[in-house]
C-alpha cells in the first residue's frame, strides 16, 4: 500500500524558511515523479512544484519559482521542498503526491495527509 | 497561469446524473489529455478519480466518468449518491510545463 506521510509544517514569521519532508513506503519511490500541491485555508488546491523520478528535472509555479526548491533523496526515499521568503500567502496545507510514471508528475495517482505550515508574525 | 473555471456548486436529487464542466484554454485542457480529476472530503486529502481524460483508477467507482471537448472537459456522477457529496477540482497540464488547478466545484445531493 502507497504511503506518503509529510512532516515538518508549523509556524514561522514572515522571510522565513523552512524544509518540509515526505517520507514515501509501499513502492520503489525511485521509479516515480513526485509533486507537491498546496491548499490555503478553506480555498481551493494550488499546484506548487513537481519533480523527476531521478530529480533531473524539476518544476515551479510562479508564485514560488525562486523561493521554494524541490528535491528528493531516492536512497531515503524522502521528497523535500525547501520553502523560503515566506509570506502570509503561502500559509496552507501541503500535500506531496505520487505520479503514476517516472516523468510524469502530473499524472497523481496517491496523496498524503498534508501539513500545515503557517507564517505569521 | 490562471485557475481553470469551474462552477461554484451543482446539486441534484440522489440517484440522478450531474456534470461538472472545467474550461481552460488550448494551452492547456485543449492542447494535452492530461487532465485529472480529484475528490476531497472536507478535512481529508483529496483522492483522483479520473485521470487522463477519462481512465478511472482501480477501485474507484464506475458512477465517474469524464470526457473532454475542445478547451473544456466535464465530470459525469450517475446515480448520485450522499457519499459523493464533496469538492470536486479538475487540473490540467500547461504549455508552460506546469500543472493547473480548476476553481472547485462543491456537489450537493439534495
Known amino acids: 500500500e502507497v504511503q506518503l506521510l509529510e512532516s515538518g509544517g508549523g509556524f514561522v514569521q514572515p522571510g522565513g524558511s523552512l524544509r518540509l519532508s515526505c517520507a514515501a513506503s509501499g513502492f520503489t519511490f525511485s521509479n516515480y515523479a513526485m509533486t507537491w500541491v498546496r491548499q490555503a485555508p478553506g480555498k481551493g488546491l494550488e499546484w506548487v512544484s513537481g519533480i523527476s523520478s531521478s530529480g533531473s528535472s524539476t518544476y515551479y509555479a510562479d508564485s514560488v519559482k525562486g523561493r521554494f526548491s524541490i528535491s528528493r533523496d531516492n536512497s531515503r526515499n524522502i521528497l523535500y521542498l525547501q520553502v523560503s521568503v515566506l509570506n502570509t500567502d503561502d500559509t496552507a496545507v501541503y500535500y506531496c503526491?505520487?505520479?503514476?510514471?517516472?516523468?510524469?508528475?502530473?499524472?497523481?495517482?496517491?496523496w498524503g495527509q498534508g501539513t500545515l505550515l503557517t507564517v505569521s508574525s | 497561469q490562471s485557475a481553470l473555471t469551474q462552477p461554484a456548486s451543482v446539486s441534484g436529487p440522489p440517484g440522478q446524473s450531474i456534470t461538472i464542466s472545467c474550461t481552460g484554454t488550448s494551452s492547456d485542457v485543449g492542447g494535452y489529455n492530461y487532465v485529472s480529476w480529484y475528490q476531497q472530503h472536507p478535512g481529508k486529502a483529496p483522492k483522483v478519480i479520473i485521470y487522463d481524460v477519462s481512465y478511472r483508477p482501480l477501485g474507484v467507482s464506475n458512477r465517474f466518468s469524464g470526457s473532454k471537448s475542445g478547451n473544456t472537459a466535464s465530470l459525469t456522477i450517475s446515480g448520485l449518491q450522499a457519499e459523493d457529496e464533496a469538492d470536486y477540482y479538475c487540473a490540467s497540464y500547461t504549455s508552460s510545463t506546469t500543472y493547473v488547478f480548476g476553481t472547485g466545484t462543491k456537489v450537493t445531493a439534495l
Open positions: 503526491a505520487k505520479g503514476l510514471t517516472g516523468g510524469y508528475y502530473y499524472r497523481i495517482d496517491s
